[in-house]
């Protein structure tokens, strides 16, 4: 029976301790930032901000305490934002037990280093083998609703992504594994940014010629790039690329989607960003999927567009006029 400690007791930490209980678990320990945070989940069994929904199980508890959290823990995993999971390692990387699985549910690309996360958390000490990524269309609303859903369990070693899957299988949650942890990470880290554009078309007003147009050359993108990095273009075709693309770019429970949205109404970023809301990691992780399709001389309009958006250069208006006037080209370059 697993014993797991989650980091980071957001919204897909929070349910993602969810599907461990159901799935049986023995113990499951969210480590939270704020203080009132552990304190809803361990006396409330609640999470006071993030899916307050959610009553969860008795074997759910947390702590503000990184060591406390991962004493005896047998399954590891990281749900923080993309952009702060180095620094967080560097922090509490050192209680983390050194010989179970480290799961990363994270979907960003490292801004400075291109970096895709199961990377990072290899920089920060735990070792490939050991890295497994889950990914796939599961927006955690739905998920806490329990809500059928399917999910990419991504390992450079079958047996450990075997043995996540296996911890996180439920009658809602149903993993399927893989080893493409390449083709895994970039349709999670892509989609992000494809769903702010779709997110802008439908603020402009546009419908959904227009969102599918851009889901399916926001694929062309995402596909161009894994070819360039190794990726298995099959593994784009699947949950974690066709999958997640069409769940975050159509959902209004997309956080990127909204932000899309909102920029597309004709907020500027800052007074997007000025409203408190949950991660929405496209807006970072745009610049970064952009350069990284540049160090690969991978075209990537769209995502270039929306970083130019995202940077207050261009608005949504003219990124359509732009996308709209490209030099005619065969569908498959
Ligand atoms: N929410 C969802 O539906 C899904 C999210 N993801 C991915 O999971 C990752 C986490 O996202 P969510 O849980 O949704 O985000 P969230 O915004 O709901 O929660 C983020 C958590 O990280 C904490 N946090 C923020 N800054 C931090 C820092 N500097 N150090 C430590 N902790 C910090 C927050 O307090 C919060 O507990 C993201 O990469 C996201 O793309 C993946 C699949 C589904
Ligand atoms: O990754 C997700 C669904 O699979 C969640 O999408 P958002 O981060 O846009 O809410």
Redesign the pocket.
């Known amino acids: 029976m697993t014993r797991a400690a989650i980091f980071?007791?957001?919204?897909?930490?929070t349910a993602f301790a969810q599907i461990l209980a159901d799935a049986g678990a023995e113990r499951v320990v969210l480590w939270?930032?704020?203080p009132e945070i552990a304190d809803g989940i361990r006396d409330r069994r609640r999470n006071p901000d993030?899916l307050p929904e959610i009553e969860l199980d008795p074997v759910v508890t947390a702590t503000t305490d990184p060591a406390e959290a991962a004493a005896g823990a047998d399954l590891v995993v990281l749900?923080?934002?993309?952009q702060?999971v180095r620094a967080?390692l560097a922090e509490w990387g050192g209680h983390l037990p050194t010989d179970v699985p480290v799961v990363s549910?994270?979907?960003?690309i490292e801004l400075g280093t291109g970096l895709r996360m199961s990377q990072v958390v290899e920089d920060g000490g735990v070792a490939a083998e050991r890295i497994v990524v889950v990914t796939g269309p599961?927006?955690?609303r739905e998920i806490a609703a329990r809500q059928p859903a399917a999910s990419v369990v991504a390992g450079a070693d079958h047996a450990a992504a075997d043995r996540v899957a296996a911890a996180c299988m439920t009658p809602y949650f149903r993993p399927y594994t893989q080893t493409d942890v390449v083709g895994a990470e970039l349709g999670g880290a892509v989609k992000?940014v494809i769903a702010l554009a779709v997110g802008m078309a439908e603020g402009l007003g546009y419908g959904d010629n227009t969102k599918s147009s851009l889901i399916t050359r926001g694929l062309a993108e995402t596909a161009r790039l894994g070819q360039a990095l190794g990726a298995d273009p099959a593994t784009l075709m699947g949950l974690a690329g066709v999958g997640d693309l069409i769940a975050t770019c159509m959902s209004p429970l997309s956080r990127n989607h909204r932000v899309g949205v909102a920029l597309g109404q004709g907020q500027s970023i800052e007074q997007v960003l000025a409203v408190p809301h949950?991660?929405a990691?496209g807006v970072k992780s745009c610049r970064s999927v952009v350069e990284l399709g540049a160090s690969q001389d991978v075209e990537m309009p769209i995502c270039q567009g929306v970083t130019a958006v995202v940077a207050g250069q261009i608005t949504p208006e003219r990124l359509t006029g732009e996308l709209m006037t490209r030099a005619r080209k065969h569908e498959r370059h």
Do not use: D, I
């Open positions: 980071g007791a957001g919204s897909w930490g939270a930032r704020r993030y749900a923080v934002p993309s702060t967080n549910l994270m979907k960003g599961n927006l955690s992000n949950q991660t990691e």
